[in-house]
């Protein structure tokens, strides 16, 4: 899939405020600086849709981006920055659940996942949420470009070891550098097959 226009439409924290209408979305999460907004303009090919940022806890709100006039790709905040403090963390949070629980275009959601770290014990309990909530996901492994490949492939294969004991069946899952546009092609496929098939059944 070509993308041909990308616009910014609106940011906000309250999920009823999302743009109306039925087109798909399909949002982006993970911990904060694990490189969602750089994912984004690296998918979109625009340098600065959306904001990107060296300090944690940049993306503060609920982002949205039309794309081709057909879907959106929706930007998330990062959960899991302590310096927001508790109180900070947790209106974060009622963001986050509140969008992913009510948000009835959300169609899949990415959750990115830092390729150079340990599985993270905030990252595993999110998607076993996830998944008691019956909400559609998939895993980017982002930053591959940090590490050399022997090292990726390993660290990849034993985080997809860890996920084997919580997971019958692994989500789908993508490796992903911004710097390089590693996975472009793939992520970008993935979203028009499930356009597809929403496109049929309407
Ligand atoms: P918050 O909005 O704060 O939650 O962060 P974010 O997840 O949107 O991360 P962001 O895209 O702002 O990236 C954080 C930092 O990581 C920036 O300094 C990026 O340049 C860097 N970064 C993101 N993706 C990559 C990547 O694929 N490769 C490399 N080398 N650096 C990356
Ligand atoms: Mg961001």
């Keep these: 899939m070509e993308i041909n226009s990308a616009e910014f439409v609106i940011s906000n924290t309250d999920v009823k405020k999302c743009p ?3 087109l798909p979305e399909y949002a982006f999460i993970g ?3 694990v490189g969602k907004s750089s ?3 690296m998918l979109t090919g625009r340098t600065k849709l959306a904001m990107t940022s060296s300090t944690p806890g940049k993306t503060m709100l609920i982002n949205h981006f039309l794309i081709n006039n057909n879907w959106y790709i929706v930007d998330l905040p990062g959960y899991g920055y302590a310096k927001r403090g508790h109180k900070g963390q947790e209106q974060i949070r009622t963001v986050i659940e509140d969008y992913i629980l009510e948000r009835e275009q959300m169609t899949n959601l990415f959750v990115l996942i830092d ?3 340990e599985p993270q014990k905030i990252d595993l309990e999110f998607m076993e949420w996830l998944g008691e909530n019956g909400i559609p ?6 930053k591959a470009d940090k590490l050399k490949g022997g090292k990726l492939m390993n660290n990849i294969n034993s985080y997809l070891r860890e996920l084997r004991k ?4 692994l989500p789908p899952y993508f490796i992903s550098s911004s710097e390089s546009r ?3 092609k793939e992520l970008l ?3 028009e097959s499930i356009n597809k098939t929403i496109n049929q059944k309407s």
């Design 39 to 41: 994912l984004i303009n």
């Design 166 to 169: 919580q997971w019958d069946e």
């Design 31 to 33: 911990r904060s600086n």
């Design 189 to 191: 496929e993935y979203i």
């Design 20 to 22: 109306a209408g039925q």
């Design 182 to 184: 590693l996975g472009k």
């Design 137 to 142: 996901f998939s895993i980017v492994f982002t």
């Design 115 to 117: 390729s150079r770290l």
